[in-house]
């Protein structure tokens, strides 16, 4: 069940309106690092957790709600960078023959499809998509992708506030950087909270992997190298089961050919009837 306030989680103030910038800011709506595919990441990995798992289902769609609010936050600073732009391109705007060449810089569509609003639409215009969620049902490996999805998300908020100069879209992006802070430091700690988050899922039984390569790491150079001493080609592993070693060279064994085909599937172009 969701309940909505006629409230901004945060204030946006837009001082000097910029059309270009509003195009920018339209990859953290719709875009791969975007507020819609964390929202939507949060409660779909949520929605797949059993009962026991409650608190960890709490924190999943309690900070889900939170991304909505970023959504909002973020479509009303597309608009009033949108709507409070140069009076000249307004007006310029209601012809539309003249509308391309006064949105140097802005998507089109934000006009011709969105009457001057946000879109859920990356910077390029490109539809949001599912395929940018990460919800598997195994709760660690969800949480291991929250961290990767606050990260490139924060790596953006930064960008944008390196590319804008408006005090008023700077301080919007301050906190929007520093809830990105706390998410990365609340699904890490999540992590640690785990009995045993690595490797995923651990519930597999150890015994049954090839215990000649679980920890080695192989080298794929033509010829065979001495071993690095790289803290990951030796000492113990993290998940404390094992230890590193190095492979010099893949197993390699067995021919790369493909069986004969069904002659129904007509792959062969020298058979004929």
């Known amino acids: ?61 309690e900070t889900a709600a939170e991304e909505l609010g970023h959504i909002e936050m973020l479509a009303t600073a597309v608009t009033k960078n949108l709507r409070g732009s140069p009076k000249q391109m307004r007006e310029e705007s209601e012809n539309a023959a003249a509308a391309a060449a006064a949105m140097t810089g802005q998507n089109p569509r934000q ?11 990356d910077s390029n215009g490109v539809p949001f998509t ?9 709760l660690a490996g969800d949480l291991y992708a ?25 301080d919007m992006l301050s906190y929007l950087i520093a809830r990105d802070t706390m998410h990365q430091n609340q699904w890490l700690e999540a992590l640690e909270s785990l009995e045993d988050p690595v490797p995923v899922p651990a519930s597999f039984p150890q015994e049954e ?45 067995g021919e790369v050919v493909a069986p004969e085909p069904d002659p129904k599937t007509h792959n062969d172009p020298n058979e004929s009837k």
């Open 1 to 61: 069940m969701f309940f909505q306030e006629p409230t901004l989680q945060y204030e946006v103030i837009v001082e000097e309106p910029d059309p270009h910038f509003a195009k920018l800011l339209q990859q953290a709506i719709g875009g791969q690092e975007g507020e819609m595919r964390v929202a939507l990441q949060y409660m779909f990995q949520a929605w797949a957790l059993p009962e026991e798992y409650e608190a960890y289902r709490n924190l999943l769609m």
């Open 111 to 121: 006009f011709l499809s969105a009457g001057l609003s946000a879109m859920p639409v």
């Open 130 to 138: 599912g395929g940018y969620i990460a919800a598997s049902g195994n």
């Open 146 to 170: 929250n961290v990767m999805a606050e990260a490139t998300g924060r790596t953006l908020a930064t960008r944008l506030w390196e590319y804008t100069d408006d005090p008023g879209m700077k």
């Open 209 to 253: 992997e090839n215990q000649e390569f679980n920890y080695a790491f192989m080298s794929t150079r033509r010829e065979p190298q001495e071993d690095p001493g790289y803290p990951w080609t030796e000492g113990d592993s993290p998940d404390g089961k094992g230890e590193f070693s190095y492979l010099a060279e893949q197993p390699g064994d």
